[in-house]
């Protein structure tokens, strides 16, 4: 069965610090897709990246970059030199290619960036 | 600009009542989808369709109900069956199959008094 796990509920750190979001997934396919996704406090959720399960590679946007690593079922997302605007709530979530056109989603994790 | 409206953005109702949630698209999305997320929890699929009349229901599809007439429309109605309607509802569309990228409407939260 699929699942994702985000086993950190709420992290804290002060403004221009480096976090790590983890997100650990369960799949039995090897055809899959990972998310990320950010929800601010007005509530919608906003798009960040997907990746396939046959593309390994490190990928950097910005202060963003995410870490995706099959041998530990991982894909965890770092914000380098953290601003107030990156508080919110961030969801990782697993889709499975050709099965229930769904996507599963962990339960996020609330980042709070003290100024 | 193309993207994923929903109304109202706050909706108070009260015990008994059904309620009609808006979501519309512009971005010619074949896909539709209903979630509901409730306070420290992630999002849980009521309703999808992949294509118009046509739809499937989620993993909490108990006390709710869709239609796909258009392209561009997926109305979510919330019944009086549903036994804890209080929640934030969010609507996403994607290109058509599950392992597409979904994009999201703004949400509205839903009050039963």
């Known amino acids: 069965a699929q699942k994702v796990t985000q086993a950190q509920t709420e992290i804290s750190v002060v403004e221009k610090e480096d976090v790590t979001l983890d997100c650990v997934y369960e799949t039995r396919d090897t055809t899959y897709y990972l998310f990320w996704y950010k929800q601010p406090p007005s509530g919608e959720l906003v798009f960040l990246i997907r990746?396939?399960?046959?593309?390994?590679q490190n990928e950097i946007s910005g202060r963003y970059s995410w870490n995706f690593q099959k041998s530990t079922s991982s894909f965890n997302f770092t914000i380098t030199a953290s601003q107030v605007v990156d508080s919110a709530v961030y969801f990782c979530?697993?889709?499975?290619?050709?099965?229930?056109?769904?996507?599963?989603f962990g339960k996020g994790t609330r980042l709070h960036i003290l100024p | 600009d193309g993207g994923i409206t929903q109304s109202p953005k706050y909706l108070f109702r009260k015990e008994g009542q059904n309620v009609t949630l808006s979501c519309e698209q512009n971005?010619?999305?074949?896909?539709m989808y209903w979630y509901r997320q409730d306070p420290g929890q992630g999002l849980r699929l009521i309703y999808y369709?992949?294509?118009?009349?046509?739809?499937q229901k989620g993993d909490i599809a108990e006390g709710y109900s869709v239609s796909r007439e258009k392209k561009e429309s997926f109305p979510l109605t919330v019944t009086s069956a549903q036994k804890n309607p209080t929640a934030f509802y969010l609507c996403?569309?994607?290109?058509?199959?599950?392992?597409?990228?979904?994009?999201f409407g703004p949400g509205t939260r839903l009050t039963v008094l």
């Open positions: 979530a697993l889709s499975e290619a050709g099965r229930d056109d769904k996507i599963i």
């Open positions: 996403a569309s994607s290109g058509g199959t599950g392992t597409d990228t979904q994009y």
């Open positions: 369709s992949q294509i118009v009349n046509d739809f």
């Open positions: 990746r396939n399960s046959f593309d390994e």
């Open positions: 971005l010619n999305h074949d896909a």
